[in-house]
């Protein structure tokens, strides 16, 4: 034992280093407790650390929409699906977004993206038919269409 071990009561050197926080994981556990503008700090952070992370972009983008800031969340949708245009979760909470907003063409390219290729748990008939039923009744009235934009991560979230 070298005598910095024996001051520091049998520490090694590597036990003194500091620890890299895990950003995306408080992030997501001050989500679950409904603090969405500490989890929305931790995700910028833990976004800092990886910046193309799609999974930080699209629970950044749910807990916009939970704290009524589409702009920011659209952006982190379409963020996401630069780096990956294949994720089904990021479509399908940009459709819902963008048919708030009243655009039913680009809604409809990414309710179609996201029933092209769907995800597979357990949980996604749910969003699955919720996006059939909405590009079935497209051409109705936008206020039945109920709000989609912060499911569209459950893909992100495991």
């Known amino acids: 034992m070298s005598w910095l071990s024996r001051l520091l009561g049998g520490k090694s050197e590597s036990d003194l280093k500091p620890k890299r926080l895990d950003y995306l994981s408080e992030a997501m556990a001050l989500e679950r407790q409904g603090d969405y503008d500490a989890a929305l700090t931790s995700y910028r952070l833990a976004l800092r650390d990886r910046p193309n992370d799609t999974k930080i972009l699209q629970n950044m983008a749910i807990a916009f929409t939970k704290t009524n800031r589409p702009e920011e969340a659209i952006r982190c949708y379409r963020s996401a699906l630069e780096l990956r245009p294949e994720l089904s979760g990021a479509h399908y909470g940009l459709a819902f977004l963008l048919l708030k907003r009243g655009e039913r063409g680009g809604a409809r390219k990414h309710l179609e993206a996201f029933l092209a290729k769907p995800p597979t748990d357990e949980e996604s008939e749910r969003w699955i038919k919720h996006a059939e039923e909405t590009l079935a009744t ?21």
Request: proline letters at 0%; a negative charge; aromatic letters at 4%.
């Open 138 to 158: 497209m051409d109705g009235d936008a206020d039945g269409y109920g709000d989609g934009a912060d499911a569209g991560a459950s893909d992100a979230r495991e």
